[in-house]
Structures are given as C-alpha cells and as structure tokens.
Nanobody
Framework: QVQLVESGGGLVQAGGSLRLSCAAS????????MGWYRQAPGKQRELVAG???????NYTDSVKGRFTISRDNAKGTMYLQMSSLKPEDTAVYYC?????????WGQGTQVTVSS
C-alpha cells in the first residue's frame, strides 16, 4: 500500500509561481510512474505531467514551458514547479503513483489563480 499527501497549493495572482509537493509513504519501492493531475469545477480530471522512475517526463500541451515535474525516488517525493500561472490553471491538483498494476491517489490540493 502507498499513501500520497500533496501540499503547496494556494492562492496566487496570474503570472505567479507555486511549487507543489507529493510525499509518498508505505511501499514506495513499488512505485513506477508518478504524475500530477488536475480537476477544475465541472471538468474531467486531466493529466498535467508525468514522470517515470527513470526520469522521463511528459506534459500536457497547455503547461509546456511553464511547469516542471521532478521526483526523488529515494525519498518518495515528487514536485511540480508551476510558473507563469494563468487563471485557467485553477483546479484541484492530485498526485498519482502507479505500482504493481495499482493506482494510488492523494487527496488533492487546491490551486487558485486570480486574474
């Protein structure tokens, strides 16, 4: 079993920056791919960025060049550095880990970008 806890969300003005953290605990050795997802009100949850255990990353087009995902396998942590934030980035951001064919989710952290 893996537990995930996100932190770092908050209210920021457009153009500002935030850094989200995801702390994994439990059987972190089984974790392969990790990712950040977000869900805005009335919309489906979408992948923002993903990262493999080896550090290969992918981003949704709308955040390329603005967001950077990273992870520390030894510590079981993952980060999302968000810059040049836009009001449309407002959402609840979730951490996800995949291991042994199972998905594990955090509880989410709210990011609100004011115009």
């Amino acid at each position: 079993q893996v537990q995930l806890v996100e932190s770092g969300g908050g209210l920021v003005q457009a153009g500002g920056s935030l850094r989200l953290s995801c702390a994994a605990s439990g059987a972190i050795v089984i974790i392969n791919t990790m990712g950040w997802y977000r869900q805005a009100p009335g919309k489906q949850r979408e992948l923002v960025a993903g990262i493999t255990r080896g550090g290969i990353t992918n981003y949704t087009d709308s955040v390329k060049g603005r967001f950077t995902i990273s992870r520390d396998n030894a510590k079981g942590t993952m980060y999302l550095q968000m810059s040049s934030l836009k009001p449309e980035d407002t959402a609840v951001y979730y951490c996800k880990a995949v291991g042994l064919g199972r998905d594990f989710w955090g509880q989410g952290t709210q990011v609100t970008v004011s115009s």
